[in-house]
């Protein structure tokens, strides 16, 4: 059985400040959230930031794909990111390899 992906986001680098778990897509992160997502947890999946609301639809950066793990700063290689730019964010697979 696979696990339902997981994903924490948190304001702060190296996850201080505020936080919120969620396993959904979101297609706007919300006017607190917009612009100061700078570290994460990836619990469950593989999910990809975005810069853009609605997963970049008039374009914009997108993360790396991110599979289970510590990511203490946005803007490390890992995620490759820019700090304080996240708008909308989703599950790319339920697997954590991506498949």
Do not use: H
């Amino acid at each position: 059985m696979t696990d339902l992906p997981e994903i924490i986001v948190f304001k702060d680098a190296n996850f201080g400040g505020d936080n919120f778990r969620t396993n959904l897509d979101c297609s706007y992160v919300g006017d607190d959230w917009n612009d100061s997502i700078s570290s994460l947890i990836v619990v469950a999946g593989t999910w990809q930031l975005y810069e853009n609301s609605n997963f970049n639809q008039d374009g914009g950066a997108s993360s790396n794909l991110l599979t289970p793990g510590y990511y203490p700063w946005v803007e490390d290689p890992a995620v490759n990111m820019a700090n304080d730019s996240v708008s909308s964010f989703q599950v790319i697979s339920f697997e954590p390899d991506g498949v």
